[in-house]
């Protein structure tokens, strides 16, 4: 079955500073790998995907993530955060259809 | 840019009753799924559609839940007598085939007394 796991619940950084949220998946086949943002109040939005090719994908608002198959890892990274970012981040996997969420990892940005 | 759709944000329904979320997806989608978030825990698949019938369900969708494209905009999720657990809120999301990124809307927040 497939699983998600992101390993920090809560993380603060300090505004300009760089950030990289962790996730891990289990999947048997290659994955399709998600990020999603989620401000409070308001749905999921898509920060970026992967599903094959270049393992370091571009996504919005200046994020990117790392497919790492053998460390089964897709962590999202940004260099400069910025106070707007604050939000939770949810990393899935899901091939057809079916999406398969983390637990989430909530950003604070401190002044 | 087009987006998905939610009516209510906020439903308030008492234990029992029936309740209908109702969704639009963005137009030139075909398929179209329905999420639930139990405040405090994770975001949980509960069903996809497509084609007028549903392609996959989780162990959650179970009789009490159903799903329904009633027209060509619209697609709604029915929860027949509500229970406390039930209590979360609904994401509806839409995708234009099985393996491209969902787009969520804002979800529903249901509350059941």
């Known amino acids: 079955a497939q699983s998600v796991t992101q390993p920090d619940i809560h993380i603060t950084v300090s505004e300009g500073a760089s950030l990289e949220l962790r996730c891990n998946y289990s999947?048997?086949?290659?994955?399709?790998l998600f990020w999603y943002v989620q401000s409070p109040g308001q749905g999921l939005q898509l920060l970026l995907k992967y599903f094959s090719g270049d393992t370091l994908v571009q996504g919005i608002k200046g994020f990117e993530a790392e497919f790492k198959r053998s460390q089964s890892s897709f962590n999202l990274r940004k260099p400069s955060v910025h106070w707007s970012d604050a939000a939770e981040y949810f990393c899935?996997?899901?091939?057809?259809?079916?999406?398969?969420f983390g637990t989430g990892t909530r950003l604070t940005i401190i002044p | 840019e087009p987006e998905v759709t939610q009516t209510p944000s906020h439903q308030v329904t008492q234990m029992g009753q029936e309740v209908i979320l109702r969704c639009v997806p963005i137009s030139n989608h075909l398929y179209f799924y329905w999420y639930r978030q139990i405040l405090g825990q994770k975001v949980e698949f509960l069903v996809s559609f497509y084609n007028n019938e549903i392609s996959e369900k989780s162990e959650i969708f179970d009789d009490q839940f159903s799903v329904e494209r009633p027209d060509g905009s619209n697609f709604t999720l029915k929860i027949r007598s509500t229970k406390l657990e039930d209590s979360a809120m609904y994401f509806c999301?839409?995708?234009?085939?099985?393996?491209?990124?969902?787009?969520f809307g804002d979800g529903t927040r249901l509350s059941i007394l």
């Open positions: 999301a839409s995708s234009e085939t099985r393996d491209q990124p969902q787009h």
């Open positions: 999947y048997g086949a290659t994955p399709y």
């Open positions: 899935a996997v899901g091939p057809h259809g079916k999406l398969t």
